[in-house]
């Protein structure tokens, strides 16, 4: 008899955008004559920009032909991305990494939910809250996260990241094994400084701990004084392992690149004490279970890369982050308290009267047919807020702020 995996069992069989589209069409069938437009989904909307395009008819050409046809890639990636990287996203910030310290992924979420497979079922484990639910159900699935009691695992620290704390959660009072960090933030939208950022590779690098960030969003920072990487910070390619994505960046939800950083100074111990480098150890793990990201994809994200692609993905997160400007003045006009959407595409909206994320967002519908992510679908410190993103069409997303107004 096959046993199953009973962690499984234990993950809420309903995922928060399914919730949230069974009300969404419910509400359709009883009003099939009004619009819903959504500011709830986290995709993006616009185009691949023309460098990325030739460079996927260039890429496809080549394959077509004898000489040019690639099988198999390396698992780690192409060098020709790998440098790349290294020159554009890293050297012009003084961050000096290895060519091996750099693996191209399928996109973030693999390696964001794989990444614990490096460490032992029973470290602790602590997240900002609210979060990517990635990094807690990964960790539920092996049997790390505990047990679910009143939306809370029973093993995994919440830090809670709030107004109150500027959305930078509290360094914890005790000694944590793993954290997930996320800045720019989905869902808050908000960003980490230097110097808070310092503080957590300090406590890591006290404490023995490990930090993974996820750097998904780096590509929304306006500002140069806020870190696009965790590795500007001294003493973070000892205890940091960094995942990187070409989704938000460059519209590659559906073309499907990343990257993740596994320096060769980050270890972790065995029972007796003995240190491990974790980058052969990740490397060893991606020879087995992963077999590359495709050719087409990686000459596509080198694209990202040229003069011509860096100003065109740019005008792209510019478009992005005009909707979220406006967005974001709109609403505090209305006199709501509004974060996030600087640097990054998202909103993170108070309810108003201690109203739950769930009534404002059933009302939101209801009156105005404006859809937005609950807040506390990211964790139980998400509630009383929800999620809006910049992600949508210029018009529509006018139209979604012009009814906001009037319901408001
Ligand atoms: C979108 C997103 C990712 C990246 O997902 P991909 O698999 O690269 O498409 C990673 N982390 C966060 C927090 C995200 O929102």
């Known amino acids: 008899m096959a046993l199953v995996n009973e962690h499984f069992l234990k993950l809420p069989n309903n995922y928060l955008f399914a919730d949230i589209a069974k009300k969404v069409n419910a509400f359709k069938a009883m009003n099939p004559k009004k619009e819903v437009i959504s500011l709830g989904i986290g995709d993006v909307t616009q185009p691949l920009c023309p460098a990325v395009v030739e460079a996927l008819h260039r890429a496809t050409d080549e394959m077509a032909t004898q000489t040019g ?94 107004a109150e704390n500027n959305f930078v959660p509290q360094i914890p009072d005790r000694r944590v094994d793993i954290i997930y960090l996320c800045y720019p933030n989905n869902p808050t939208g908000t960003v980490i400084s230097k110097e808070e950022l310092r503080k957590w590779v300090n406590y890591a690098l ?47 939800t559906g073309v499907r690149c990343g990257y993740t950083i596994v320096p060769k100074d980050v270890t972790a111990s065995t029972l007796t004490g ?55 003045r709109s609403l505090l006009d209305l006199g709501l308290r509004v974060y996030g959407g600087e640097h990054a595409p998202y909103l993170w909206v108070k309810t108003p009267d201690g109203m739950t994320s769930w009534r404002f967002f059933e009302q939101m519908l209801y009156d105005a047919q404006v859809v937005c992510t609950p807040g506390v679908g990211f964790g139980p410190s998400g509630e009383g807020y929800i999620r809006l993103t910049a992600f949508g069409q210029h018009e529509s997303t006018e139209r979604a702020l012009e009814r906001i107004k009037k319901w408001l």
């Not at 198999?72 to 790349?84: I, K, M, N, S, T």
């Not at 990517?132 to 093993?155: F, H, K, L, Q, T």
């Open 206 to 252: 006290k404490n023995d701990a490990l930090i993974f960030y996820d750097a998904a969003y780096e590509a929304y920072i306006q500002d140069e004084s806020i870190p696009h990487s965790i590795y500007e910070i001294r003493g973070a390619r000892k205890c940091a392992i960094e995942f990187h994505s070409y989704s938000k960046t460059a519209g590659f």
């Open 69 to 162: 046809f690639r099988g198999y890639g390396p698992e780690q990636g192409y060098d020709f991305l790998r440098e790349a990287i290294l020159k554009n996203d890293f050297l012009p910030r003084g961050i000096h990494l290895d060519i091996n310290e750099v693996f191209i992924n399928d996109g973030a979420k693999s390696d964001t939910g794989n990444i614990q497979e490096l460490v032992r079922w029973d470290n602790s484990i602590a997240v900002g809250d609210p979060i990517y639910p990635v990094y807690i159900d990964s960790n539920v699935m092996i049997g790390r996260a505990g047990v679910v009691e009143n939306g809370r695992w029973s093993n995994v620290i919440y830090m809670p990241c709030t």
């Open 274 to 328: 003995e240190r491990i480098a974790l980058n052969p150890l990740w490397n060893r793990r991606q020879c087995t279970k992963f077999n590359g990201t495709s050719y087409l994809s990686q000459r596509a994200a080198e694209a990202i890369y040229t003069a011509e692609g860096k100003k065109q993905v740019k005008q792209t997160i510019d478009y992005y982050m005009h909707n979220a400007h406006y967005m974001k």
